[in-house]
T-cell receptor, first 115, second 111 residues
Framework: DAGITQSPRHKVTETGTPVTLRCHQT?????MYWYRQDPGHGLRLIHY???????DKGEVSDGYSVSRSKTEDFLLTLESATSSQTSVYFC??????????????FGQGTRLTVV | GQQVMQIPQYQHVQEGEDFTTYCNSS?????IQWYKQRPGGHPVFLIQ?????EVKKQKRLTFQFGEAKKNSSLHITATQTTDVGTYFC???????????FGAGTTVTVRA
């Protein structure tokens, strides 16, 4: 498996509290992604990064922010957690050098429960 | 924006039977990728198709990319219990490499 570590792996938090999830990679890959997975919705892109300090929104970015100050770390922050943000969060990385080489490698996931 | 749709959402298969899952994109894809996620696990890359009409095989799995590069299929022959899981297709769209995933096809196998 690619060197991707997500922390924490499990978290329970209260509504209205801030939460930060961390993704750390040792592969020096340029792209990093945050997805959430919910039954019936597959993997939905929250935010992604294509370099240090270069980030962009995905399809479900409302209520989330990200930061990437180093190549190896991509942080996802829920400013004020809501129950609708209860989900499994996956970090992924890729290092595309052409349209022939865009496959992603996923972390183990973080199960977040907002009560 | 780009949308990737998969059908069916669920596939219940008798062990030994064949089945096919389909992926359709609202836009032309530069490539199409397939991933498998075992229950409780994370998605794992299976294969990537790049060329129009391309067909690739991995043992009992056959992957095809449509001529217009807007659709793809995964065909599994002689299904085994090891095939249980959710299969996702994904493709980069637009002018960057961000990946959009379909909702997945969840496969269960009856022994």
């Amino acid at each position: 498996d690619a060197g991707i570590t997500q922390s924490p792996r499990h978290k329970v938090t209260e509504t209205g509290t801030p939460v930060t999830l961390r993704c750390h990679q040792t592969e020096n890959h340029r792209y990093m992604y945050w997805y959430r997975q919910d039954p019936g919705h597959g993997l939905r892109l929250i935010h992604y990064s294509y370099g240090v300090k270069d980030t962009d929104k995905g399809e479900v970015s409302d209520g989330y922010s990200v930061s990437r100050s180093k190549t190896e770390d991509f942080l996802l922050t829920l400013e004020s957690a809501t129950s609708s943000q209860t989900s499994v969060y996956f970090c992924a990385i890729s290092d595309p050098d052409s349209w022939k080489n865009t496959e992603a490698f996923f972390g183990q996931g973080t199960r977040l429960t907002v009560v | 924006g780009q949308q990737v749709m998969q059908i069916p959402q669920y596939q219940h298969v008798q062990e030994g039977e064949d089945f096919t899952t389909y992926c359709n994109s609202s836009t032309t894809l530069s490539n199409i990728q397939w991933y498998k996620q075992r229950p409780g696990g994370h998605p794992v890359f299976l294969i990537q198709l790049v060329k129009s009409g391309e067909v690739k095989k991995q043992k009992r799995l056959t992957f095809q990319f449509g001529e217009a590069k807007k659709n793809s299929s995964l065909h599994i022959t002689a299904t085994q219990t090891t095939d249980v899981g959710t299969y996702f297709c994904a493709g980069p769209g637009g002018d960057d490499y961000k990946l959009s995933f379909g909702a997945g096809t969840t496969v269960t196998v009856r022994a």
